[in-house]
């Protein structure tokens, strides 16, 4: 009879996981079809004026209402009044990461260097020795002290919230990330120009599976708990909270290599890595992701999964350098609305974006990890 049970059991459990895997199955094309955002029911209009705009980047921006519909490659969103319009957004293509620079500009790293180690060595032993003289040493013990500082806003059980969230849904993460994020972001020839220049993503195939690694190591780090600590507590430098700040520095060594370059037009193109470029990619990583998974589940997650991971990204993008008044993070609403404003403002694919988006696509299609 136990036998039998347990034969039961194992049955019922195979039939739920065809099921879920044809549920799945069936998601994904849905997914790869690339269904309208229409159709996602966090995206539907329900009340728009009469106006319907649209306008390209080297078309005047029209004069915009509240409740007017804008629209472009596809997307449809209702202006309003947490939208921001390219007077606005033009701006942050000026500020780069300061606090960032000017830690690289004390320490002069050289590229193959552990930046974080060497500012913690530095900054630690000038704290110890109370050599408040020295104003390079206080660019670095004033980093180390504003980073290890939680921001007030910040809230541990929604953080552990957001991290779970991305855990139960990796495999969706994933392909949101991949799909919508990363080859959609190529659409914007500003971010592009950058991949470009520094061969990140664009060169051979060993090295873009390693980039992408990379990436991946981030925020792996930032979502597994150290035992009962949090892997994002400056207070034990934990690992997710390193990690970060390493690739903070890897972002200020690439702005700090392309403004030395004759060919860098900043007054055309902004500088390199600058807070709007950061707040699209954070919106990459938070804001997209829970678009992706609702086109692939065909519901959106509730309201307290979404805002728990929104807030989880907010914290990263402020230890990342994301100026707290430039932070899209506030909440999904102001997600929302930065990153259609973004839209708006940048995205225009070129001949780059095509040849950037395909290499990216084949590498993945034909490399083996």
Request: glycine share 6%.
């Amino acid at each position: 009879m136990h036998k039998h049970l347990d034969a039961g059991d194992a049955s019922r459990d195979r039939s739920k996981s065809h099921h879920a895997a044809v549920d799945l199955s069936t998601s994904l094309k849905q997914f790869f079809s690339a269904p309208s955002l229409a159709n996602v029911a966090s995206r539907q209009l329900v009340y728009t004026r009469w106006r319907r705009l649209t306008w390209t980047l080297n078309e005047e921006e029209p004069n915009l209402h509240n409740g007017d519909t804008v629209e472009k490659y596809g997307q449809k969103f209702m202006w309003s009044p947490l939208h921001k319009t390219r007077r606005e957004l033009q701006p942050l293509r000026q500020i780069g990461d300061p606090d960032c620079d000017a830690v690289l500009a004390v320490l002069d790293p050289q590229p193959d260097d552990d930046i974080l180690e060497m500012l913690f060595d530095r900054a630690d032993a000038s704290t110890a020795a109370s050599t408040c003289s020295a104003e390079d040493d206080k660019v670095l013990r004033d980093f180390v002290l504003r980073y290890s500082t939680v921001p007030t806003w910040v809230d541990w059980n929604m953080i552990r919230r957001g991290q779970q969230v991305f855990i139960r849904y990796l495999p969706l993460c994933g392909l949101a990330l991949f799909y919508i994020s990363l080859v959609g972001g190529f659409s914007v020839p500003l971010i592009t120009k950058v991949l470009r220049a520094t061969g990140y993503l664009t060169s051979g195939s060993k090295r873009v599976l390693r980039r992408l690694a990379d990436t991946g190591h981030m925020i792996c780090e930032c979502v597994i708990q150290q035992d009962d600590d949090f892997s994002l507590q400056p207070k034990t430098r934990g690992e997710g909270w390193k990690a970060v700040l390493r690739v903070r520095f890897l972002h200020g060594m690439v702005r700090r290599r392309l403004l030395q370059k004759s060919y860098w037009q900043s007054d055309l193109w902004g500088v390199p890595i600058n807070q709007e470029d950061m707040a699209a990619t954070l919106l990459a990583f938070s804001y997209n992701v829970l678009i992706g998974i609702e086109m692939i589940l065909g519901h959106p997650l509730s309201p307290a999964d979404e805002h728990a991971y929104i807030h989880f990204w907010r914290y990263i993008g402020w230890v990342m350098g994301v100026q707290e008044e430039y932070n899209p993070c506030v909440d999904v609403m102001h997600s929302k609305a930065a990153l259609e404003s973004i839209v708006m403002h940048l995205l225009e694919p070129d001949h780059d974006s095509i040849a950037v988006a395909h290499h990216l696509l084949r590498t993945s299609a034909h490399s083996e990890w």
